[in-house]
């Protein structure tokens, strides 16, 4: 998704891919494949390009840094990047910068889980895994003493939080550049299942305008503090009573970003290949006053285009995103994206062509 | 410019281009540099793909028959796009369709044309060659009967139309689906400089509503008569009494729909893809009251991306398209496009940022 700006503003985007069926790999013409994690191909990669960035986060630090010390321009930095890569290194940010945050520590048995569940009200607490955890895994709700064991079979550091009853998440995104200039899109409402985020909804309703703006306010302050370059993802919870608590963050262009592609001037994928190489950032507005988006899901339907002439029959103004990756139960496999007035209009009408495109209706 | 909507899609975009500095064969990841008017690479292409498109008109008639014998889908067809390919042809067809046109006579020498234009009441006369045209070449505004040399020079049909005074040039971009569906996308003004689109205004400022609708009908009726697939382009004068004449036409996303790329919600290149895979079209409506696009013409400035900074600056909300060819004079190398409400004050930006990319102004 990065490709089509780049294309645009005569940037000459290279992709270093593990597979050659990434789905990067399937579509830009200078592409690599190479070991991400090696800093052999890494290494030779990064000789032929101005500026390295990413779109996950799990190039190890130590390659990172051994390339920042060869001269090569990271972006993020391995020093901002650490902070996404480990969640425990992230709190200890998050306190240092006085953020609103769920009470937390690093744990390193049930033991420890049993005392801090007594500190912060006793159960359910949350497990998470410092490092490696994405879309729901790494995670565990935590309702009695002896239902933490899994968090711990991993090996790495773990992270106890107290679990905060909340009315819905919320997401700050925000691009920046090394110049510092920095731009904040509208807040948005993220709902999650099991963990993984199925829908946005731009800007999130109903939100007051106050807390908005705290929001992106906060967004802006860890991406300075950080030091963050390129996009920041900062993900929120909105408690009942209206407050925020920072839950946590991305270095990369961001799922809950993806409704910028079509639904603001300046997407976020434009946005952060603008940071990256130090240009002037575009503007975040949005084109129209709601915009919703819907991952597709991996489901029981293994070729998403067989709903496709259903689904633009009965949406002409739908926009349709798929990533060219094999279908799996569960797994990000493109996303559809309505602009308009109506919430709820707009949600039904983006539910309905992702379910159908992944087969759970049966048009 | 087709990539990005090929890649959302799904759709495995393959090119074939003359050259691997053309600017598809940069950036699209399946590409085969060939010759496109030899029947032997142009098969061999056309052999591993579903369907066979084009984003130009050059590639000859007696090729495309030879695939279409052989079972290859060609779309538009060879029968269509004769139309676009040869303006005697292209005539013939506008009167068989009873269509509003200039006056008009294929010409073989000065004599005839001195004839027609004593007939149409006089000089000027227009002489365009039938065949290879393109940006302004190819046609001569003749005021004396000794002017009109050069148009026989290059031993191919020449076509003699009466000098039309008009007020503006209207542009009416269709869509059309092989089973008949269709969407108009709104009447543009089209601004011309020495022949060569160089301004885009959708919608056409000030155009009555019925002038409007009376174009989009002309342009379906042209789609339909002509059983055009893909997009179609048709290219009016609205005279100075307010009457729409039909100029000229093009089978393939066209310079007066690039607005759509940034302003509309389904663009030309995605409803050209659908359309050529008879698949359901998107919805042609424009995201703002009004997009202005003005082209990126080759200037002094051979490298474009020295002024982006100030652009970027200056116009956050601008939209930049660069298209990686070496920078000629007059050659078309990228546009540029904003969205918002005041016709004036978006050309005003856009010229702005076109001048300064091309170096007629130096920020």
Chains 1, 2 share one sequence.
């Not at 799922?255 to 950032?281: C, K, M, Y």
């Amino acid at each position: 998704m990065l490709h089509p700006p780049a294309v645009a503003l005569g940037i000459d985007l290279a992709v270093l891919s593990g597979s050659a069926s990434d789905s990067a790999a399937q579509v830009v013409a200078r592409h690599v494949v190479g070991d991400e994690a090696g800093l052999g191909d890494l290494r030779a990669f990064a000789d032929q390009v101005d500026v390295l960035t990413f779109d996950h986060e799990h190039v190890p630090g130590e390659d990172l840094r051994a390339l920042e010390s060869a001269g090569i321009r990271v972006r993020p930095g391995s020093a901002a990047l650490a902070h996404a890569q480990d969640k425990a290194h992230m709190r200890a940010a998050f306190d240092a910068l006085g953020l609103p945050v769920p009470a937390h520590r690093v744990v390193s048995g049930e033991g420890d889980v049993a005392t801090f569940a007594a500190e912060v009200g006793g159960y359910p607490v949350v497990l998470k895994t410092a490092r490696g955890g994405y879309d729901g895994r790494g995670v565990w709700v935590v309702d009695h003493p002896d239902a933490g064991r899994d968090a711990f079979r991993a090996g790495v550091p773990v992270v106890a939080e107290a679990f905060v009853p909340f009315r819905r998440e919320l997401a700050a995104l925000v691009a920046r550049a090394p110049s510092g200039q920095a731009v904040a899109y509208p807040v948005v409402e993220s709902v999650q299942r099991d963990g993984i985020c199925v829908e946005v909804v731009a800007p999130a309703p109903g939100l007051p305008a106050d807390t908005a703006n705290a929001a992106q306010r906060l967004a802006l302050r860890i991406a300075d503090g950080l030091g963050v370059v390129g996009v920041l993802a900062v993900e929120l919870f909105e408690t009942d009573e209206g407050q925020l608590l920072v839950n946590e963050l991305a270095m990369r262009p961001h799922n809950t970003g993806h409704w910028s592609i079509d639904g603001a001037v300046t997407s976020q994928f434009e946005n952060h290949l603008r940071a990256v190489l130090d240009w002037p950032l575009g503007a975040p507005n949005p084109l129209a006053p709601v915009t919703v988006m819907v991952n597709v899901l991996g489901g029981s339907r293994t070729d998403l285009a067989t709903a496709l002439p259903h689904v633009m029959t009965r949406d002409p103004a739908l926009k349709v995103h798929l990533y060219g990756k094999s279908v799996r139960p569960g797994r990000k496999v493109g996303h559809v994206t309505v602009l308009g007035d109506d919430v709820e209009e707009l949600r039904a009408r983006a539910w309905h062509a992702a379910d159908a495109l992944t087969g759970v209706i049966d048009p």
